[in-house]
């Protein structure tokens, strides 16, 4: 059991680092489940009584959902990963024989969308008499179609009559039937495929279906697909689709459906309009005249005429200086953005100011600072 563990553990790190390969390599042929069985190995035998230990890992590029593990056919346990929807799990699922003889373990994983992956099969020992497989394929979640490439082991060397030697033409160690099964009669394939609807306007969409009975696999887009589906597509020309059905005698049948398309889906290019770089006029201050002395006060209105601009005016910016000594000018008050026309600036008895205005657009551009507009307050 030890070297068992061992040789599980050197699996599973190969599965982690491979799993890259894996997912976009062997997943992306057909967009179904992957299941690996790790131990035990094909062929093992176990005492009867004791407890066989299936240890699987389960690739779903949509989620694992859930696994099924059979025996001989049917389903024995169905288990829910631990992280429902996780991409990549690790699972192990105990079984216990009743009996000896030689069974066949199988395990089947499902998606979040219900999609079965191909089974993983191996056969187990148990020594002593019991029962021989007869069946693989599990019934599958909700009811729906078996997986595509799930069949029945073929038994084609029966116990000889008199229980004389085997047929030197059959291989050894081929579980032997002990009645010889009656063939059903094979049902005749029942293959829909249409469009819902078959003919739309361009942009529009519409749904492939289709609905297959008593075949080996359908395959629609290049991948294998449940016996029932539909595929949504929105179209801007005519389009045709092809389902490929493998019959069950192995043959193959193709089957299309056109869709026709109305009108086009060619939108007019138009250019995007020019970008306004141009700054907007400047504006002019008008109250107070240039010049102006006035009486002693505490705040002035400033006034300016306001200014057009194709992108729009956004506001208006005012800065205010006051002399300090002649001709030596200092920052005494800022302003902006004003929407108006107009702003009331605080002023002191006995100084001298000037101000500018200037404009910014809808575009984001600003005009120039206009001329320096001066005027003074009086002392009491």
């Not at 020594?127 to 019934?139: E, F, L, N, R």
């Amino acid at each position: 059991m030890k070297q068992i563990r061992l040789q599980t553990m050197a699996r599973f790190f190969i599965l982690i680092l491979l799993l890259g390969g894996v997912a976009s390599c062997t997943a992306a042929q057909d967009g179904r489940p992957r299941v690996w069985i790790d131990s035990p190995s094909d062929g093992m035998s176990f005492p009867l009584g004791s407890t066989v230990s299936v240890l699987s890992h389960v690739y779903a590029r949509e989620g694992v959902a859930e696994v099924v593990l059979s025996v001989n056919g049917e389903a024995y346990r169905r288990d829910v990963p631990t992280s429902p929807g996780t991409g990549f799990v690790q699972i192990t699922q105990d079984w216990q024989p009743a009996a000896g003889g030689i069974y066949a373990i199988q395990v089947v994983a499902y998606d979040v969308q219900g999609v079965a992956s191909s089974p993983a099969t191996i056969t187990i020992k148990i020594p002593g008499a019991g029962p021989t497989p007869t069946s693989v394929c599990p019934t599958p979640v909700g009811g729906g179609p078996a997986p595509v490439d799930c069949s029945p082991p073929v038994n084609a060397c029966p116990s000889p009559v008199g229980g004389g030697p085997t047929p030197p033409s059959c291989p050894t160690g081929v579980p032997t039937a002990t009645d010889t099964p009656t063939s059903p009669p094979s049902a005749q394939p029942i293959i829909q495929f249409w469009a819902d609807p078959a003919q739309i306007q361009a942009g529009a969409c519409t749904t492939i279906r289709w609905h297959v009975e008593n075949v080996q696999r359908v395959i629609f887009g290049g991948i294998d697909q449940p016996f029932d589906g539909s595929y949504e597509d929105c179209l801007c020309e005519n389009e045709r689709y092809t389902l490929t059905v493998i019959r069950a005698d192995g043959t193959e049948e193709k089957q299309r459906v056109d869709i026709d398309v109305n009108g086009s889906c060619v939108t007019p290019t138009i250019p995007p309009p020019p970008q306004d770089t141009t700054p907007p006029p400047v504006p002019s201050p008008a109250v107070p005249a240039n010049g102006l002395a006035l009486s002693p006060r505490s705040s002035q209105t400033l006034a300016w005429l306001p200014v057009d601009d194709p992108s729009g005016i956004a506001g208006y910016y005012v800065k205010v200086e006051v002399q300090v000594t002649k001709g030596n000018w200092q920052s005494a008050a800022g302003y902006g953005p004003v929407t108006g026309k107009q702003v009331d600036a605080t002023v002191n008895c006995g100084g001298i100011y000037r101000w500018m205005v200037r404009a910014q657009d809808g575009a984001g551009n600003y005009s120039g600072w206009s001329a320096p507009s001066s005027f003074s307050i009086g002392l009491n």
